[in-house]
């Protein structure tokens, strides 16, 4: 989308690029948030979001020309690290929703035992803060670059220590936003990897109308509670009272660029929302159907495993074994456009 013209147009009718697109820091003050450092990106398109360098570098609100899309829960004010409590599901204490949120390194789901080590919900990645922390506005040719970077440590003495570095970016005028994600093992042992990007779509641009859209693909149930809904899968409905969550694994081909997408089409609004992901890093996508009365929400879920907790990831094999030294890169990209 080309509203400014060229460097030299924009140059001439603007006294700051700032006007158009950019990049603001600044630290939340308020609640349980005080504290967390954050961003607020807007790129000139009608695309802005936040970026939360102290939450694992989620993504917070996210809108396009006004409206909202991303889905913020009762927990909604992206509560500092400090109230952050590992034990069985209190991550849902601190889960403010957001259009991003990191779940991983070491477990994906939920709660769970292996070798005698318990892990909670979702894992610590969205509670960590970021280090060495930068923001990047500039010119590449004739494309305005806004990019947002910093790196999350999980670690402990005498255990793991894995580096995780993450890159955010979108460009003047354009409809995306990119993840891109290196993890490395920085110990020397062998260990599990479970990162799975919870991304939340909410109202308006989730409502009865929405509905997804993949090619042909496999979809599997979690539980005997999907399995009764599985026919509709793709359809969204109105929020219901009581509704009890419903998630489907999807194995999505991928297309000739290696990435695999689905999207969610909305024509009260006039919109597409897409979630892309490069297939090899991230072969699974679970979707979280949750229409429920203030917890109406959509997780499409790209990840390399699945979402019952590291112990059942172990027990069907396909949990992820990281070598000492081994990095290991991730590209998830969120688009948005007007049908």
């Known amino acids: 989308m080309n509203l400014f013209g060229n ?7 603007t006294g700051s690029i ?30 802005s979001f936040s970026v939360l360098f102290d939450r694992g570098m989620d993504i917070g609100p ?18 500092n690290p400090a109230f952050y409590s590992p034990d069985g599901i209190d991550w849902l204490r601190s889960f403010g929703g957001g259009l991003l949120t990191g779940c991983g390194l070491r477990n994906v789901g939920s709660p769970s035992l292996l070798n005698g080590e318990t892990f909670g919900l979702h894992g610590r990645l969205s ?16 494309r305005y670059i806004l990019e947002l970077s910093g790196a999350m440590r ?39 990897l479970m990162l799975l990007y919870h991304i939340n779509i909410g109202y308006p641009m989730l409502c009865g109308d929405s509905s997804l859209n993949a090619v042909e693909h496999q979809v599997s149930p979690r539980d005997t509670v999907a399995e009764k809904g599985i026919a509709l899968w793709n359809k969204c409905q109105s929020p219901e009272k009581n509704y009890a969550e419903q998630c489907f694994y999807h194995d999505i081909p991928a297309s000739g660029d290696g990435f695999s997408r689905i999207s969610m089409l909305n024509p009260r609004v006039g919109l597409e ?15 979280w159907k949750q229409m429920g009365h203030g917890s109406y929400v959509m997780g499409l879920e790209p990840a390399n495993c ?26 998830v990209r969120i688009s948005i456009r007007e049908i």
């Open 7 to 13: 460097r030299h147009d924009i140059e001439k009718y």
């Open 18 to 47: 700032r006007q158009a697109a950019g990049i603001k820091r600044y630290t939340l003050d308020e609640g349980t948030g005080r504290g967390v450092r954050a961003a607020e990106v807007w790129n000139g398109s009608g695309l």
């Open 62 to 79: 996210a809108s396009y020309k006004g409206m909202p899309f991303a889905f913020i829960s009762p927990s909604g004010d992206f509560a």
């Open 127 to 142: 509670n960590i803060p970021a280090f060495n922390s930068s923001v990047r506005e500039e010119w590449e040719g004739t």
């Open 154 to 192: 999980e670690s402990m003495f005498f255990g793991e220590n894995m580096l995780l570095k993450r890159k955010i970016s979108t460009e003047l005028g354009a409809n995306y936003i990119q993840i891109e994600d290196s993890v490395e093992n920085q110990s020397s042992s062998p260990d599990h």
């Open 273 to 287: 929302l897409e979630v892309a992901y490069r297939k090899a890093e991230l072969p699974f996508l679970t979707q």
């Open 306 to 331: 699945h979402v019952s907790g590291v112990e059942k990831e172990f027990e069907s094999r396909t949990l992820r074994t990281i070598q000492p030294g081994e990095i290991i890169n991730f590209c």
